[in-house]
Protein backbone atom coordinates (compact mmCIF):
# COMPACT_ATOMS: atom_id res chain seq x y z
CA UNK A 1 0.00 0.00 0.00
CA UNK A 2 1.37 3.23 -0.62
CA UNK A 3 -0.47 6.55 0.67
CA UNK A 4 0.27 9.20 -1.72
CA UNK A 5 -0.68 13.66 -0.04
CA UNK A 6 -0.67 16.17 -2.65
CA UNK A 7 0.15 20.11 -1.49
CA UNK A 8 1.12 23.33 -3.33
CA UNK A 9 -1.77 24.26 -5.24
CA UNK A 10 -3.48 27.54 -5.40
CA UNK A 11 -4.21 30.68 -6.80
CA UNK A 12 -2.29 32.18 -9.51
CA UNK A 13 -2.20 34.74 -12.25
CA UNK A 14 -1.34 33.67 -15.54
CA UNK A 15 2.05 33.41 -16.48
CA UNK A 16 2.65 32.68 -12.66
CA UNK A 17 4.35 29.61 -11.57
CA UNK A 18 3.76 26.69 -9.17
CA UNK A 19 5.33 23.65 -7.80
CA UNK A 20 3.39 20.98 -6.60
CA UNK A 21 4.61 18.54 -4.13
CA UNK A 22 3.33 14.68 -3.75
CA UNK A 23 4.56 12.70 -0.52
CA UNK A 24 4.61 9.07 -0.44
CA UNK A 25 4.54 6.94 2.46
CA UNK A 26 4.26 3.12 2.68
CA UNK A 27 6.06 0.53 0.25
CA UNK A 28 9.40 1.45 -1.15
CA UNK A 29 9.29 4.76 -3.17
CA UNK A 30 11.73 4.08 -5.71
CA UNK A 31 9.40 0.98 -6.64
CA UNK A 32 7.03 2.83 -8.22
CA UNK A 33 6.89 5.25 -11.62
CA UNK A 34 4.89 8.55 -10.51
CA UNK A 35 2.27 10.72 -12.77
CA UNK A 36 0.94 13.80 -12.28
CA UNK A 37 -2.57 14.20 -13.88
CA UNK A 38 -5.21 16.96 -13.79
CA UNK A 39 -9.25 16.98 -14.23
CA UNK A 40 -11.02 20.52 -14.66
CA UNK A 41 -14.30 20.92 -13.95
CA UNK A 42 -16.75 19.49 -16.02
CA UNK A 43 -13.90 17.29 -18.04
CA UNK A 44 -12.18 13.94 -17.75
CA UNK A 45 -9.39 13.67 -15.44
CA UNK A 46 -6.51 13.59 -18.07
CA UNK A 47 -2.70 12.94 -18.29
CA UNK A 48 -0.29 15.95 -17.57
CA UNK A 49 3.22 13.85 -17.05
CA UNK A 50 4.76 10.98 -15.89
CA UNK A 51 8.41 9.95 -14.52
CA UNK A 52 10.25 6.54 -14.69
CA UNK A 53 10.92 4.93 -11.28
CA UNK A 54 14.67 6.21 -11.40
CA UNK A 55 13.74 9.94 -12.78
CA UNK A 56 15.70 8.70 -15.51
CA UNK A 57 13.07 9.45 -18.16
CA UNK A 58 9.79 11.52 -18.11
CA UNK A 59 6.98 12.45 -20.54
CA UNK A 60 4.42 15.11 -21.07
CA UNK A 61 1.12 16.09 -22.27
CA UNK A 62 1.60 18.30 -25.60
CA UNK A 63 -0.25 20.92 -23.89
CA UNK A 64 1.99 20.93 -20.67
CA UNK A 65 5.22 20.26 -22.49
CA UNK A 66 7.68 23.12 -22.31
CA UNK A 67 6.20 24.58 -19.30
CA UNK A 68 6.22 21.70 -16.88
CA UNK A 69 8.61 19.91 -15.38
CA UNK A 70 8.18 16.54 -13.42
CA UNK A 71 11.01 15.38 -10.81
CA UNK A 72 11.25 12.77 -7.33
CA UNK A 73 13.80 12.85 -4.89
CA UNK A 74 13.38 8.96 -3.98
CA UNK A 75 15.81 9.68 -0.45
CA UNK A 76 12.75 12.21 0.51
CA UNK A 77 9.86 9.92 -1.06
CA UNK A 78 8.33 12.95 -3.21
CA UNK A 79 7.71 13.97 -6.41
CA UNK A 80 7.01 17.08 -7.67
CA UNK A 81 5.30 19.13 -10.61
CA UNK A 82 6.95 22.26 -11.19
CA UNK A 83 4.31 24.57 -13.57
CA UNK A 84 5.59 27.60 -15.10
CA UNK A 85 3.84 30.23 -17.65
CA UNK A 86 0.59 29.07 -16.11
CA UNK A 87 -2.33 29.70 -18.20
CA UNK A 88 -6.57 29.72 -17.14
CA UNK A 89 -6.86 26.73 -19.07
CA UNK A 90 -4.35 24.88 -16.75
CA UNK A 91 -7.03 25.31 -13.67
CA UNK A 92 -7.91 21.86 -12.42
CA UNK A 93 -7.98 19.62 -9.31
CA UNK A 94 -4.20 17.77 -9.86
CA UNK A 95 -3.74 13.82 -8.82
CA UNK A 96 -0.29 12.18 -8.12
CA UNK A 97 -0.39 8.94 -8.75
CA UNK A 98 1.77 5.79 -8.37
CA UNK A 99 2.23 2.49 -10.30
CA UNK A 100 4.98 -0.03 -10.99
CA UNK A 101 5.07 0.35 -14.53
CA UNK A 102 6.03 3.42 -16.35
CA UNK A 103 3.10 4.98 -18.76
CA UNK A 104 0.37 7.01 -19.31
CA UNK A 105 -3.08 5.59 -18.89
CA UNK A 106 -4.57 6.75 -15.69
CA UNK A 107 -6.40 3.18 -15.30
CA UNK A 108 -2.80 1.28 -15.15
CA UNK A 109 -1.72 3.54 -11.53
CA UNK A 110 -2.79 1.82 -8.54
CA UNK A 111 -2.14 4.11 -6.23
CA UNK A 112 -3.42 8.23 -6.03
CA UNK A 113 -3.90 11.13 -3.59
CA UNK A 114 -6.60 13.46 -2.44
CA UNK A 115 -6.02 16.05 -5.07
CA UNK A 116 -4.91 19.76 -4.74
CA UNK A 117 -6.46 22.76 -6.42
CA UNK A 118 -4.66 24.93 -8.80
CA UNK A 119 -6.38 27.81 -10.25
CA UNK A 120 -5.07 30.12 -13.04
CA UNK A 121 -6.82 33.18 -12.94
CA UNK A 122 -6.75 35.95 -16.03
Known amino acids: QVQLVESWGGLVQAGGSLRLSCAASGRTFSSYAMGWFRQAPGKEREFVAA????????YYADAVKGRFTISRDNAKNTVYLQMNSLKPEDTAVYYC???????????????WGQGTQVTVSS
Open 51 to 58: ISRSGGNA
Open 97 to 111: AADRLYGLDQYEYDY
